[in-house]
């Protein structure tokens, strides 16, 4: 994907998941820019505010020729860094971090299960 079309999908990816995330009441700010320390993606959330400033570097993400779903994912663990913020206070940044990566994990896994069957 060019970096062009990661930007596209990043968006699309924010503005289909927010109200799933109970997000939609959220001031998301996203940005494109590059990152030098080799992350791709990084949230800054103010839980109390119900504020976050996202950002992507899809320059990067186009390099490693990230698929539809790593960026769908990438997105999801930022999305998911505003949802958990507010623990933060009661947790250390490392735990913080393994629990956004666990609960991206589940996430993922939820959506690429079969739809459970109706009886
Ligand atoms: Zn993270």
Not at 110 to 119: F, S, T, Y
Request: hydrophobic share 35%.
């Amino acid at each position: 994907m060019t970096p062009a079309e990661v930007k596209r999908a990043v968006i699309r990816d924010i503005k289909g998941w927010r109200g799933t995330f109970g997000l939609n009441e959220w001031t998301l700010n996203y940005h494109f820019e590059r990152h030098d320390d080799g992350e791709v993606a990084t949230c800054t959330a103010h839980w109390e505010y119900h504020e976050a400033r996202l950002t992507f570097d899809a320059d990067q993400m186009s390099v490693k020729d990230f698929s539809r779903d790593e960026i769908r994912r990438t997105v999801l663990h930022e999305l998911l860094h505003c949802v958990c913020d507010g623990y933060k206070r009661y947790h250390e940044r490392a735990l913080l971090e393994e629990m956004v990566s666990k609960l991206t994990t589940i996430v993922v896994r939820c959506w690429e299960a079969p739809e459970p069957k109706e009886k």
